[in-house]
């Protein structure tokens, strides 16, 4: 059965940090991993996807990184700002599985002015 | 265009009693996945329909059922309801012929059982 780990469960950074998000997970026979933002109560937002095949993937000042052999993941947030105080779940989906997501509990973030 | 919508937003039911809530994927997909997202939990699959059909489903018991109409909308139906079903109920639908990329999720149906 596939597990994902996101630790820690919270965290609180001063603006303009540069931070890691980890994600761990149990099964390295992964067919891809994505993550997400959630503000509070509300849905979640794709940020990036990662596809088996690939090691890494950047979006403005996200870096997602993904090794399958050891079964981690990090969000690297270049020059952090309170505007992405959310909550960042990562999911795993397995060949196969019809695009079925399995997610850690997430990890909430607060970037202090 | 719109993404996926979800209705209602909120929802307040008592133990017992039946609800019914529903999911307009997004434009072009045919795949409405449903998920239950506890209190500082991740979300945890419930089910996925394809086709009109319930093609996977996750760990939940069969209170909790489902239908996909021909266009592609969902209902999620929970009876008996307990305390704990209390939770936000997110939908995600694909693309068409694009199962295993990224899903989009609606904003989600916050219930409450009292």
């Known amino acids: 059965k596939q597990e994902v780990t996101q630790i820690p469960a919270a965290l609180s950074v001063p603006e303009g940090e540069n931070l890691v998000l980890n994600c761990s997970f149990t099964?390295?026979?992964?067919?891809?991993l994505q993550w997400f933002r959630q503000d509070p109560g509300k849905g979640l937002t794709s940020l990036l996807l990662i596809q088996s095949s690939q090691r890494e993937q950047t979006s403005g000042r996200l870096n997602a990184s993904l090794d399958k052999s050891s079964g981690r993941s990090t969000l690297y947030i270049a020059a952090s700002q309170p505007g992405d105080s959310a909550t960042y779940l990562c999911a795993v989906s397995l060949p196969g599985a019809n695009s079925k997501l399995t997610f850690g509990k997430g990890i909430t973030l607060s970037v202090r002015p | 265009d719109a993404g996926v919508t979800q209705s209602p937003t909120h929802l307040i039911k008592t133990r017992g009693q039946q609800v019914t809530l529903r999911c307009s994927p997004k434009?072009?997909?045919?795949?409405v996945s449903w998920y239950q997202q506890a209190l500082g939990q991740g979300p945890q699959f419930i089910f996925q329909?394809?086709?009109?059909?319930?093609?996977q489903r996750g760990n939940f018991p069969d209170r909790f059922s489902g239908h996909q109409f021909p266009n592609y909308s969902s209902e999620l139906n929970v009876n008996a309801l307990l305390l704990g079903d209390s939770a936000l109920y997110l939908c995600a639908s694909n693309p068409v012929g694009h199962h295993q990329e990224t899903q989009y999720f609606g904003p989600g149906t916050r219930l409450l059982v009292l």
């Open positions: 434009s072009g997909h045919d795949t």
């Open positions: 329909y394809y086709e009109e059909e319930e093609r």
């Open positions: 099964d390295s026979a992964i067919y891809n």
